[in-house]
């Protein structure tokens, strides 16, 4: 082989569009890493219209990690003091299937959990969601969005009635006034926010605001930072609200012939005086007006969020409360304006739209809804009643369904819970009692290995065809270049031969990706995602393509140009049409500070890392950019604890404690510190933001709030411990051969 593969980056939700072509071509010498293997070589893709052919570090170097630390055979192992032994995926299969279905006999299909992920491929979420909530009749598939983007579906569900970002990247280049929330786009989108920052650069008069308590790389490039207490977010919004309703700068008409609820809203807003928001968001009532004064002076506003909202004991109020100001104003369906989530993950999108987390259903439905899962028995030949109508296991609650000893059966693929959940001594401690765990990855080891009873070696991207959908709803396929490592298998192949095996031979009756994406397709039609005139074939042909893409429209000249926002028509999905205000007042953080713990710990991710390691704590580059955890202080917090650059330092919640290095700065706000998510135990010893955080979640979206936590700070010897003894410090899971 020697042309290039068009795909799509595996990493974050921008979606950016690569070109990938063999390590060795005619007349050039072999692409090497640092060991001397041949590596895959990466470029951007000029032709996707997302990206633009930009691509960050993680997209560049992505190919230097494809073939590191494998997984390449299905192994097990009776008891997790054992050592993992090698065996053949007919044995592998069958204890799966036995274990299955012992468990629906004795304990029931709600004994049976699967968490997956956003890095899934479209097709590897939906042949899930047709085993577990189709077939096996239980809704307890639950995936890594529920900790990223679940406050973000459930804002857009109640306020238009259905999920889906209305915006796109094209309103980048389009907006006066760009409001970014609870988001480091410069460092976790990257590309977005290139576009954004040179539009802003060659029209002077366009505006930036960044909210953040870090003065972050994004805020570096705003023409207003609101370094805003953690957890007045919901302060900040009603009180840009007041003063355009004090300046009678709304838009009464969209506001009547649109909305719904308004009066409500109006009220509420009353008491967000200048002076009380300031007072409780820690900013000037100057820099409050003039946010408000943006919005006022801006035909275009662009709002975007990422974490910093979502994941919120508050997510779906802080996003809805966004949504309002988009409403009041009759910022929506227009160029250049809206409410723009921005996914964390490659397919979460996808995920979204195949019915991946425990309420919902493919195309966009609920589980509640009886027509919903009437709809889907009949088009998957299950008996009336086979889906249930009852919400199914979220991320914590299969935590605390592990704890009860009502969860048998443990199914994870594609993430690393082991690092990524809350109160993470609690969370290690109910995957030990797990009865039975299958953890389906490509990479080993991983922190969650340790926990598991079967380990299933899964293709990854590169190694098997499918689609993802990024933030602006656009859908690229991503093909295969490579063949998988050893004996691993794409997840959905993996899922539908378990299908079978129970079975279900009609229902996982595929040979091929293409044909699971038929057939996805065929769920989405005139569901709101509409999708049913994508095929692997047309992607493949015409490149990537936003939804709606209903088959009926195909060959019209407007298609492309109607598809690139929704609701230009101001038509909602709600029973009644309209778009409907919510009326939130702020309550604060779940675990404000106090005289114990008077510290307020946030978390994000570095420029470099993503999540958990498994793939950039593989890259050399990566690794020598970000070679080391840290905690951020402000100098006067440090200075009335006697900390000084690069001392060690201790981090106690109420649930565990962490060890850092202090970098001590002035970009993060007095009283707030600051650490990134993502060493594990296999990286740094004692390291894990996560030990620290909390499992409080929003009542709506069930999203923990993992940006905030009480901390308190306790100075350590400087000598206490370094880097060079952690490279010494061996976590290793059961060792394995593979």
């Not at 494809?66 to 044995?91: C, G, H, T």
């Not at 990223?148 to 209305?166: E, K, L, N, T």
């Not at 975007?304 to 100001?325: D, F, H, P």
């Not at 104003?329 to 979204?352: C, D, E, V, Y």
Request: glycine share 8%; charged share 20%.
């Amino acid at each position: 082989m020697t042309d290039s593969t068009k795909t799509l980056c595996p990493y974050c939700g921008v979606g950016c569009g690569l070109e990938v072509s063999p390590p060795a071509a005619a007349g050039k010498a072999t692409n090497r890493d640092s060991q001397g293997n041949p590596v895959w070589k990466v470029r951007g893709d000029k032709a996707h219209p997302s990206s633009q052919g930009m691509v960050c570090v993680k997209g560049a170097t992505i190919a230097e990690a494809i073939a590191k630390s494998r997984l390449r055979y299905p192994m097990v192992r009776d008891s997790l003091n054992e050592e993992f032994r090698q065996v053949s995926w007919e044995e592998a299969l069958e204890k799966i299937v036995n274990r299955i279905q012992t468990v629906r006999l004795t304990q029931g299909a709600d004994a049976i959990c699967m968490y997956g992920s956003g890095q899934f491929q479209t097709e590897d979420y939906y042949i899930a969601q047709k085993l577990m909530k189709g077939c096996l009749g239980t809704n307890n598939f639950d995936a890594n969005s529920r900790l990223c983007m679940s406050s973000a579906v459930s804002g857009y569900i109640q306020s238009f009635g259905a999920d889906g970002p209305p915006c796109c990247y094209e309103d980048l280049e389009q907006t006066d006034c760009a409001f970014l929330i609870g988001t480091n786009t410069a460092e976790c989108h990257p590309i977005v926010f290139n576009r954004l920052n040179k539009y802003c650069k060659q029209n002077r008069n366009v505006k930036m605001v960044v909210v953040d308590p870090r003065y972050t790389t994004t805020a570096e490039a705003a023409d207003l930072h609101l370094a805003i207490h953690p957890g007045t977010d919901i302060d900040l919004l009603n009180g840009i609200a007041h003063l355009l309703m004090r300046w009678g700068c709304i838009d009464l008409d969209f506001i009547e012939d649109c909305t719904s609820n308004f009066p409500a809203y109006a009220e509420v807003i009353q008491d967000y005086t200048p002076e009380m928001v300031a007072q409780k968001c820690g900013i000037s009532a100057a820099d409050l007006e003039t946010a408000a004064r943006y919005w006022k002076e801006s035909k275009r506003v662009l709002s975007m969020w990422s974490m910093g909202v979502n994941q919120s004991s508050e997510g779906t109020a802080k996003v809805r409360t966004i949504i309002n100001l988009h409403l009041m104003t009759g910022q929506i369906g227009k160029p250049g304006a809206g409410p723009f989530s921005l996914t964390g993950q490659p397919n979460a999108m996808g995920g979204r739209e195949a019915g991946g987390l425990a309420h919902l259903l493919p195309g966009y439905r609920s589980v509640k809804n009886p027509q919903h899962r009437a709809e889907l028995e009949q088009l998957w030949g299950l008996p009336t009643g086979s889906i249930s109508s009852e919400v199914g296991r979220n991320t914590w609650e299969i935590i605390t369904g592990l704890e009860s000893g009502e969860v048998g059966v443990l199914w994870i693929a594609a993430t690393n819970p082991a690092v990524s959940m809350p109160d993470l001594e609690r969370t290690k401690a109910a995957l030990l009692r797990s009865p039975f765990t299958i953890y389906q990855d490509a990479y080993y080891p991983t922190e969650t290995a340790a926990y598991a009873h079967v380990l299933l070696p899964a293709a990854q991207w590169s190694e098997k065809t499918g689609v993802m959908t990024n933030s602006e709803r656009r859908v690229t396929l991503c093909s295969a270049f490579r063949q998988p490592p050893g004996e691993a298998k794409a997840d959905w192949e993996i899922f539908a031969e378990v299908g079978r095996r129970l079975g279900f031979t009609e229902q996982f009756a595929f040979s091929a990706a293409t044909q699971v994406y038929a057939e996805f397709t065929k769920v989405t039609r005139d569901r709101p995602c509409d999708m049913s005139g994508l095929s692997h074939e047309r992607l493949r042909a015409e490149g990537p393509q936003q939804w709606p893409c209903p088959e009926s429209e195909l060959g019209k000249s407007d298609r492309h140009e109607k598809a690139k926002r929704l609701y230009t028509d101001f038509k909602f999905h709600t029973p009644d049409g309209r778009a409907k205000f919510a009326a939130y007042h702020s309550r604060g953080l779940a675990e404000p500070p106090d005289p114990q713990y008077p510290y307020v710990l946030t978390n994000g991710r570095l420029y470099g890392h993503w999540h958990t390691l498994t793939r950039t704590g593989r890259i050399d580059k990566i690794q020598q950019m970000h070679p080391n955890p840290f905690i951020e202080i402000h100098p006067r917090d440090a200075a009335s604890l006697k900390i000084n650059n690069d001392d060690w330092v201790e981090v106690r919640s109420r649930r565990g404690k962490a060890k850092f290095p202090a970098k001590v700065t002035k970009a993060i706000a007095p009283g707030t510190v600051f650490v990134p998510m993502h060493w594990g135990a296999l990286w740094a010893e004692q390291a894990e933001a996560n030990a620290l955080t909390h499992p409080e979640s929003c009542p709506d979206s069930k999203q923990p709030e993992l940006k905030a936590c009480a901390v308190q700070l306790i100075p350590l010897s400087n000598n206490f411990f370094s880097y060079q003894e952690a490279e010494q410090y061996d976590p290793t899971p059961s060792p394995i051969s593979v």
